[in-house]
């Protein structure tokens, strides 16, 4: 379908977003960063999040030439504050009492890196609104150990989907890929082209 002149490489450890950018049937590597997100400070949720997507990028392209860099990464955001991986099965246990009957934010950055070193960013933001959840099905979840690799402490594609009463925008980006956007951009970018018969 579509045919591509750069190396693409994905700078990511996620196994899911390896799954979705392989869908674009294209070649690409891996190779991932060692950054600490933490370090990076701004002044909005969207800046930081593209500040973390950009630090990760920046990071696998001092290690690899003449390859185009895609890397990401996604957040929940809950009246403001920011939810992260919850590290204990208190904080899932939070996380999860927080976001029962309410709507949150999940935003996914997408940093691309060119081979000339050429950066663009973007911003993909989608509502989720979860159901009123009972304490009962919180703790089964949270034992269940799928929270504990994921922004906000669930797993829309696992599990997680029984929490979830409706999205309003792309399911990929929280998934941890907003794949059809990505798509476009490398396209705008002449990344990548439609392959001609
Ligand atoms: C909200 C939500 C998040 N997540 C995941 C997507 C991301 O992988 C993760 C957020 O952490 P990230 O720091 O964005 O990504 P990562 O640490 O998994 O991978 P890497 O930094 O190497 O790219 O949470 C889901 O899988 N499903 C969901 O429904």
């Given at each position: 379908?579509?045919?591509?002149?750069?190396?693409?490489?994905?700078?990511?450890?996620?196994?899911?977003?390896?799954?979705?950018?392989?869908?674009?049937?294209l070649p690409f590597d891996i190779v991932t960063s060692e950054v600490e997100e933490t370090s990076v400070q701004a002044?909005?949720?969207?800046?930081?999040?593209?500040?973390?997507?950009?630090?990760?990028?920046?990071?696998?392209?001092?290690?690899?030439?003449?390859?185009?860099?895609?890397?990401?990464?996604?957040?929940?955001?809950?009246?403001?504050?920011?939810?992260?991986?919850?590290?204990?099965?208190?904080?899932?246990?939070?996380?999860?009492?927080?976001?029962?009957?309410?709507?949150?934010?999940?935003?996914?950055?997408?940093?691309?890196?060119?081979?000339?070193?050429?950066?663009?960013?973007?911003?993909?933001?989608?509502?989720?609104?979860?159901?009123?959840?009972?304490?009962?099905?919180?703790?089964?979840?949270?034992?269940?150990?799928d929270p504990f690799d994921k922004a906000g402490g669930y797993g829309i594609q696992t599990a997680g989907t029984l929490?979830?009463?409706?999205?309003?925008?792309?399911?990929?980006?929280?998934?941890?890929?907003?794949?059809a956007a990505l798509f476009t951009q490398l396209v705008a970018l002449q990344i990548i082209q439609f392959a001609k018969?």
């Open positions: 379908m579509f045919t591509t002149n750069h190396k693409l490489v994905l700078a990511s450890a996620s196994p899911r977003r390896k799954e979705l950018l392989a869908m674009l049937a002044a909005t949720m969207q800046d930081y999040v593209k500040g973390v997507a950009l630090l990760k990028t920046r990071d696998v392209a001092k290690k690899v030439d003449n390859a185009t860099i895609i890397g990401a990464d996604t957040i929940v955001v809950f009246n403001n504050e920011l939810l992260h991986k919850p590290t204990t099965r208190e904080e899932a246990i939070s996380h999860l009492t927080r976001l029962s009957g309410a709507r949150h934010a999940v935003m996914t950055a997408v940093a691309i890196i060119d081979s000339k070193g050429q950066e663009t960013t973007f911003v993909e933001e989608t509502t989720v609104v979860f159901n009123e959840l009972s304490q009962e099905l919180i703790e089964a979840y949270v034992a269940s150990g929490l979830v009463k409706r999205i309003e925008g792309d399911y990929n980006n929280v998934v941890g890929l907003p794949l018969e």
